[in-house]
């Protein structure tokens, strides 16, 4: 999601200055997508490690979790397109920034009750919200617009 929205926002930037923060912001977007996109079968590739069977579902809950998945595409196609068409650059960023505020919060309490073989795993995920938030704040420091 960070990594298409802040596409759309760079399509919007305006000042070189604040498309290289931007683009900086890209990068590590698409780092966290990454990792984010890697994050189950690590976490798995740990439990194994020590002896561990992955998690297991009932059907039930698989089903419900493909449902939150299918309610988050949606949702995310729906938040792109009002990026698209109604918010400035300053305007996504800061979207952006708030949102993953809060998952950053969440993440980095998570920490503290993570397995420590899965610590690693965790970590790097924190690291790279974390660095993505960074590159957010850079961006709206160097946007006037923001400022108002």
Same mark, same amino acid.
């Given at each position: 999601m960070f990594a298409s929205a802040l596409r759309? @926002? +760079?399509g919007k930037a305006q000042g070189c200055? *604040?498309?290289a923060a931007l683009s900086r912001a890209l990068l590590a977007a698409e780092s966290l997508e990454t990792i984010e996109a890697n994050f189950e079968s *690590?976490?798995?590739a %740990? =439990? @194994?490690k020590r002896g561990e069977k992955p998690t297991r579902l *009932? =059907? %039930?809950r698989r089903s419900q979790i493909d449902q939150y998945t299918a309610d988050g595409a @949606?949702? #995310?196609a #729906?938040? +792109?397109t009002e990026f698209e068409t109604a918010l400035s650059a300053s305007q996504i960023v800061a979207a952006l920034a708030a949102g993953l505020a809060s998952d950053l919060q969440f993440w980095s309490n998570a920490a503290k009750y993570t397995h420590p073989d899965d610590l690693p795993v965790v970590n790097e995920l924190v %690291? @790279? =919200?974390r660095e993505l938030h960074v590159a957010l704040k850079a961006f709206l420091a160097c946007t006037p617009e923001s400022a108002a």
């Open positions: 759309i @926002a +760079l200055a *604040s498309a *690590s976490i798995n %740990s =439990k @194994a *009932s =059907k %039930s @949606a949702f #995310q #729906q938040q +792109l %690291s @790279a =919200k």
